[in-house]
């Protein structure tokens, strides 16, 4: 497996830059003589779209232009702004779990049409934006103070300031009373730091009284995992694994696995 994937990297890294940055498509599938369509490498596959090996001018300068298909199946693309780290942490640039997350919402609309949905550690706010454009009733953007600026400059540039807001939250202490009830809880990138897992949880007890839909993903940044998950045994929650096969075709990759939670007796 390492060798093939060694040489599969190779093969992509020869290939001349304007092709790597091609969105994947039927393009990542092939037709064989008889007719028959099948998938490509799926490393090659996710190899395509996949941010966290790109160059620092991709990742913090440049916007990131995510592809979709809304709710009422116009095309669209996002554009969302990054920025460079700042001392409050991972919260400045698209990572690969925020993609992997945002096309599960979008073969599965119907997760946020209607609702009313939060995302914790918002970051870029992609998984929210995404929520927002593919017809959720209301979307609560949150993150450390100093990067609000950033995401409302992504809420205006996307054009959902009548259902997106963005609200200051810090995990563990108390959710703000404009938040209320909601239905769906997004996260992305959320296991990279031990000391969060405690005040995270006592954030989704605090907002599950209308016992929400909780969707999360998260890629290498996986530090606190192994801390999270003992935590989850003690706590009122209980968690599955969302399987490839339900995850998009093509946005989808080995290192990065998105589950859903649910408080125990509702699921």
Not at 191 to 220: C, E, Q, W
Not at 236 to 246: A, D, S, T
Request: proline share 5%.
């Amino acid at each position: 497996m390492t060798g093939r994937r060694k040489k599969d990297k190779a093969v992509l890294l020869a290939l001349p830059p304007h092709q790597e940055q091609q969105q994947p498509s039927e393009k990542a599938n092939h037709q064989s003589q008889g007719g028959e369509t099948k998938k490509a490498n799926p490393f090659l596959r996710s190899w395509v779209w996949k941010r966290e090996h790109r160059p620092a001018v991709d990742r913090f300068k440049k916007p990131y232009l995510h592809n979709i298909t809304t709710a009422g199946g116009s095309p669209r693309t996002l554009v969302i702004h990054q920025a460079p780290f700042s001392t409050a942490g991972f919260a400045s640039t698209v990572w690969d779990s925020a993609i992997v997350l945002a096309k599960y919402m979008e073969r599965w609309p119907e997760k946020v049409v209607g609702k009313r949905c939060i995302e914790l550690g918002s970051g870029c706010g992609l998984a929210g934006i995404t929520a927002a454009c593919l017809g959720a009733e209301k979307v609560f953007l949150t993150d450390f103070m100093e990067n609000l600026p950033l995401l409302e400059q992504n809420c205006v540039a996307n054009r959902v300031m009548e259902v997106a807001s963005t609200v200051p939250l810090v995990w563990g202490r108390e959710v703000p009373s404009e938040i209320g009830d909601v239905d769906v809880i997004l996260a992305t990138d959320i296991m990279y730091y031990d000391d969060a897992v405690k005040p995270l949880l006592a954030t989704l007890h605090a907002l599950s009284g209308h016992n929400p839909h909780i969707l999360f993903a998260y890629g290498r940044n996986r530090q606190a995992e192994e801390t999270f998950m003992r935590a989850l045994e003690r706590s009122n929650f209980c968690m599955k694994r969302i399987e490839e096969e339900e995850l998009d075709d093509v946005y989808q990759c080995v290192d990065v696995d998105v589950f859903e939670l649910q408080l125990i007796g509702h699921h």
